[in-house]
């Protein structure tokens, strides 16, 4: 497949490398120069548990980027969705798949607004990497992809699709339910991602507090009181279960999530589009969200610190 990866991040990077790897032409498309250069110049250094790489992938900015692909992969952060698709607008044809594995709540109207005659593909990914500096990412843990077509065109474009991915070893599977898969995994990373950067630690970290499960606790219930209201059957056993299974260093225990990464490279979060989208949503509803609401709060004051 001809693949673009829009916003090659530290995930957008890890799914660039493995399928490039899978024998995939894959392109990045970013915005951040000195990551382009340093991928251009030396190729993406991928470090894993047990080795050290450097996989060649081209680079472009969104303006520059030109030909067809048959996929295109959305991962940039929330915020930053909108100005990417009005950028790469021109790269989406009728025969042009999009997959949205980003984080967060809202990102499917947004797509709607500029995929035209474009296939969308919505899911939710519990892969895992961090971006240790321009062309440099460390991928550690495994992990899976659950995905359901929007506006299915061809069920051999799905099969396709689903085929690509597994090849590369990024373990697809179809949802049957994405609206709820992306309410869990928009919970779970309220939890793991916010509590992480707030306390300065990695999963596994968090995970080992004794207080771990009950801040947990306090967050999702509040996304399953929102979630009834606007019709996803979310649980929170479903959500507690997940992130329990996270904690171990074989699974992702050794993370530090994209939030804390944020912070620490001087970058703004996408908390407005995780507990912060909770809490709108549940303002809109009629549902409190006073830890959520908090939450958010905490993380903005952080910004406000750094000067973000």
Not at 39 to 53: A, M, W, Y
Not at 58 to 76: R, Y
Not at 81 to 110: F, P, R, S, V
């Amino acid at each position: 497949m001809e693949i673009a990866i829009a916003g090659a991040g530290a995930m957008g990077s890890r799914f660039g490398y493995m399928l490039q790897k899978a024998g995939n032409q894959v392109t990045f498309i970013d915005e951040w120069k000195e990551h382009i250069d340093k991928i251009n110049r030396d190729g993406l250094l991928v470090e894993t548990e047990s080795s050290k790489e450097y996989c060649q992938i081209p680079a472009v900015f969104p303006t520059e980027a030109a030909g067809k692909f048959d996929l295109i992969i959305l991962f940039t952060k929330a915020m930053q969705l909108e100005d990417m698709l009005q950028k790469i607008n021109h790269l989406l044809y009728k025969d042009t798949a999009i997959l949205c594995l980003a984080n967060g709540l809202g990102n499917l109207e947004i797509i709607e607004k500029y995929s035209g005659d474009s296939a969308i593909y919505i899911g939710v990914t519990l892969w895992s990497s961090e971006l240790e500096a321009a062309g440099h990412i460390r991928a550690t843990g495994s992990g899976s992809i659950e995905l359901q077509p929007i506006n299915e065109t061809s069920k051999e474009r799905t099969l396709e699709l689903l085929a690509t991915l597994n090849l590369a070893g990024l373990n697809a599977d179809l949802s049957e339910d994405v609206l709820l898969s992306i309410w869990k995994k928009a919970a779970f990373n309220s939890v793991l991602n916010t509590y992480c950067a707030i306390l300065d630690c990695n999963v596994g970290e968090f995970g080992a507090s004794p207080q771990a499960m009950i801040l947990t606790e306090k967050v999702v219930a509040e996304f399953v009181q929102v979630a009834e209201k606007v019709g996803v059957p979310l649980t929170a056993d479903s959500v507690l279960e997940t992130v329990r299974n996270v904690f171990s260093p074989e699974e992702s225990g050794h993370h530090y999530p994209s939030m804390h990464q944020d912070l620490a490279k001087g970058r703004k979060t996408e908390v407005d589009y995780l507990n912060g989208a909770v809490a709108k949503i549940g303002a809109k509803a009629g549902v409190n969200t006073p830890v959520n609401s908090l939450l958010t709060a905490i993380i903005h004051a952080q910004e406000d610190i750094k000067g973000l």
